[in-house]
């Protein structure tokens, strides 16, 4: 179902489907970019496709490459090696271009270039050029319900919250209907009220109106909440790229198990020791997949720690040296310094 802002939005003239092509929408082949001659950093042999309409998360740890090779994929950077290409066509990086960056996408900043003391209805709308004075209103007010902002149209930039300006610089960003758009770290000044919110704005922008997106992020929920593709950084090369659920699952690299989730590993040893077989080197498990049972014998584990998360806890146990962390989904029955039995229910070998 599409709701009515988004009826309106696509008679307002946007968004118009275009037709599918052959070659991938954007493909990076074998793109490196380093930042200096003698240093690891930046990106290597980055193999990459995009198909419209994707939603795609970039994860990984801090420093792994995620911006790095979005400003690739948008243009701001140009490649050391490989090339980047936009519906079969080269993509000009920033030495080839008068103004940075491809004009079918949009790069959401964190600075959102607003003007502070003009009226949130006067910042989206100046996006637009003044050739059409009476489609340009209606679409800035088609959009500006989309984003349900429409009550804050007559208010100064400086009189919104962060919340509010980064929508109507979301506003700004799509208005003049990019078919790409990519998002670094949209999340990280939001509390937890306006992350779920502001999550369900981009899916509803993937969704009714097909806009490619492509955001960075640290936070593994936002990749698996939102993305039908999660590409898996580590020291800037790809390391493995999937739907969130099978990354999630059966991750071919522990890093993935332990960004993605809150995976532990156990050496072979330790694995053995808690009636593991396993000929691999090591154990990741999920605490999920660690089963709780109250024990009254002094060989359970011991519950070291209590890590309250709302409607869980995590608890981390020890016996004989070797620390396993366990999800609790009932809150409140166990306590520090109790012992527990427990039952590994699944585990992955590396
Ligand atoms: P991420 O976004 O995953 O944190 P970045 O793409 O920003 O990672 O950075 C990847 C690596 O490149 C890091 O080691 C970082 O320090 C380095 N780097 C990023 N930008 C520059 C720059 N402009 N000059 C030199 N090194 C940089
Ligand atoms: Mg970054």
Known sequence: MKSPASAEIQQAGFFSIFETMSQPFISLENVSKHYSEDSAAGVSTIDLV?????????????????????KLIYGL??????????????????????????????????????????????NIESMLSNEDVEGKKQKA????????????????????????QQRVALARAIITEPEVLLLDEPFSQLDAVLKTQFRA????????LGITIIIVSHDPVDGLTLANQMIILKDGK??????????????????TGKLLGNAFVLSSEAARKMGIKTKK???????????????WSSKGYLIKDVFFRGFYEDLLLERDGIEVIAMNPKPGIYSKGQKVQVVISNFLEF
């Open 281 to 295: 080197e090591s154990v990741m498990i999920y605490p999920e997949w660690v089963q709780l049972k109250s024990s």
């Open 50 to 70: 995009i198909k419209k309409g994707d939603f795609i998360a970039i994860v990984g740890e801090s420093g792994s490459g995620k911006s790095t090779l979005l």
């Open 77 to 122: 950077l140009a490649p050391d090696s490989g090339e980047v290409f936009f519906k079969g066509e080269h993509l000009n990086g920033p030495h080839e271009k008068l103004i940075p960056g491809h004009d079918s996408m949009k790069m959401l900043n964190q600075d959102f270039n607003l003007n502070l003391f003009a009226k949130v209805y006067e």
């Open 238 to 255: 790809l390391i493995e790229s999937g739907k969130p659920d099978q990354l999630y699952s059966k991750p071919a690299y522990i890093y």
């Open 201 to 208: 704005d981009l899916k509803r922008l993937n969704d009714e």
């Open 141 to 164: 007010l088609a959009m500006m319900g989309f984003l349900r902002i429409d009550h804050l149209a007559n208010k100064k930039i400086v009189e919104l919250s962060g919340g509010e």
